[in-house]
């Protein structure tokens, strides 16, 4: 299947302060990424969906200005938690979108989380 | 609006089956995928039917009744390392729109 990584698997910061996390698609392009928040034993909530080239699309109740979402390549979007609190502490998951051709399934391959603390 | 409907918890002992039930009610469906996740990672992706039917892969088989909004998840022969959370998703739009979640638990 195709592979999805992200950077960094865990961080800890103070709060007040900002985190940048990466997502990328290693073996395919990647039109559409998307970013998710899980807290624990809950389920994965769509924070925003991130498109190449243009402006992401973030879900409502999510702020824009605080959770920062660039798609600049077809491999590569990051995700910029600004001015991060303890209450943004949570997991937080990208997925990659398989472009789709005919007889394939519109599939999303997920990276393997950042897990984000913050003090 | 939207939601998905699943139960919070299975137990099943080992080399038995267990099917996961979910219901959905969303506004647009194109259709139904099913992930794997274990503890601390990320969620792993299983299965899909865009159509009404059953789809086999391997050990796990997932069906989906369009009509009653109704799919489910099959596990058979289960081992230990099945124990996992898992997660039906509707694919709304281009969107994944998940599920609660059911924690399987397999015991031996």
């Given at each position: 299947?195709?592979?999805?990584?992200?950077?960094?698997?865990?961080?800890?910061?103070?709060?007040?302060?900002?985190?940048?996390?990466?997502?990328?698609?290693?073996?395919?392009?990647?039109?559409?990424?998307?970013?998710?928040?899980?807290?624990?034993?809950?389920?994965?909530m769509l924070m925003a969906t991130s498109n190449e080239g243009s402006k992401a699309t973030y879900e409502q109740g999510v702020e824009k200005d605080k959770f920062l979402i660039n798609h600049a390549s077809l491999?590569?979007?990051?995700?910029?938690?600004?001015?991060?609190?303890?209450?943004?502490?949570?997991?937080?998951?990208?997925?990659?979108?398989?472009?789709?051709?005919?007889?394939?399934?519109?599939?999303?391959?997920?990276?393997?989380?950042?897990?984000?603390?913050?003090? | 609006?939207?939601?998905?409907?699943?139960?919070?918890?299975?137990?099943?002992?080992?080399?038995?089956?267990?099917?996961?039930?979910?219901?959905?009610?969303?506004?647009?469906?194109?259709?139904?995928?099913?992930?794997?996740?274990?503890?601390?990672?990320?969620?792993?992706?299983?299965?899909?039917?865009?159509?009404?039917?059953?789809?086999?892969?391997?050990?796990?088989?997932?069906?989906?009744?369009r009509s009653d909004s109704y799919g489910y998840l099959l596990l058979q022969e289960l081992q230990m390392k099945d124990s996992a959370s898992y997660f039906c998703a509707v694919l709304s739009s281009y969107k994944?729109?998940?599920?609660?979640?059911?924690?399987?638990?397999?015991?031996?």
């Open positions: 299947g195709a592979v999805v990584s992200q950077h960094p698997s865990w961080v800890i910061c103070k709060s007040g302060t900002s985190v940048k996390i990466e997502c990328r698609s290693l073996d395919f392009q990647a039109t559409t990424m998307f970013w998710y928040r899980q807290f624990p034993k809950q389920s994965l491999t590569l979007s990051t995700l910029t938690v600004t001015s991060a609190h303890p209450e943004d502490s949570s997991f937080y998951i990208c997925s990659a979108r398989v472009p789709v051709t005919s007889g394939s399934t519109d599939t999303q391959y997920f990276g393997p989380g950042t897990r984000l603390t913050v003090l | 609006g939207q939601s998905l409907e699943q139960p919070s918890e299975v137990t099943a002992v080992e080399g038995a089956i267990v099917q996961i039930n979910c219901t959905y009610q969303t506004s647009g469906f194109y259709g139904l995928s099913w992930y794997q996740q274990h503890d601390g990672g990320a969620p792993t992706f299983l299965s899909y039917n865009a159509l009404d039917g059953l789809e086999e892969t391997g050990r796990f088989s997932s069906f989906l009744s994944l729109i998940f599920g609660s979640g059911t924690r399987l638990l397999v015991r031996p």
